[in-house]
């Protein structure tokens, strides 16, 4: 976290209507340096990052489903990474792109297509 703490697996949602924020279930890994991306239907794309005392890089992604409150871990993105963008394109897709893999910055771009699940 920008704090110095160090990563956290913690996450909080506001409630409009209890004027409150609210505890979620933890992430499965704690992060830190990751972006986390607002889709449609309320839905929250956390995506890499870095982890533990030395802030390794992650190339994980999961899934907050706000309806529910819950993680889904996603698939990799590939290249681990930290300090890096990520943009919400519509449709499903997010570009996730730069930032530092290990000590060097990347290059690497990635879209990031989550898929809408049916109800069932």
């Given at each position: 976290?920008?704090?110095?703490?160090?990563?956290?697996?913690?996450?909080?949602?506001?409630?409009?209507?209890?004027?409150?924020?609210?505890?979620?279930?933890?992430?499965?890994?704690?992060?830190?340096?990751?972006?986390?991306?607002?889709?449609?239907?309320?839905?929250?794309?956390?995506?890499?990052?870095?982890?533990?005392?030395?802030?390794?890089?992650?190339?994980?992604?999961?899934?907050?489903?706000?309806?529910?409150?819950?993680?889904?871990?996603?698939?990799?993105?590939?290249?681990?990474?930290?300090?890096?963008?990520?943009?919400h394109l519509g449709?499903?897709?997010?570009?996730?792109?730069?930032?530092?893999?290990?000590?060097?910055?990347?290059?690497?771009?990635?879209?990031?297509?989550?898929?809408?699940?049916?109800?069932?």
């Amino acid at each position: 976290n920008i704090w110095g703490g160090g990563p956290l697996d913690g996450v909080e949602s506001y409630s409009i209507s209890a004027n409150a924020w609210i505890g979620v279930d933890p992430m499965a890994v704690s992060r830190g340096l990751h972006t986390a991306t607002s889709l449609p239907e309320h839905n929250l794309l956390v995506a890499a990052g870095g982890e533990g005392v030395n802030q390794l890089d992650l190339g994980g992604v999961e899934l907050l489903e706000l309806q529910t409150d819950t993680w889904v871990t996603g698939h990799s993105l590939g290249v681990p990474r930290a300090y890096h963008t990520a943009t919400h394109l519509g449709n499903g897709r997010t570009l996730i792109a730069g930032g530092r893999s290990g000590s060097a910055q990347t290059r690497n771009a990635v879209i990031y297509v989550v898929e809408r699940r049916s109800a069932p």
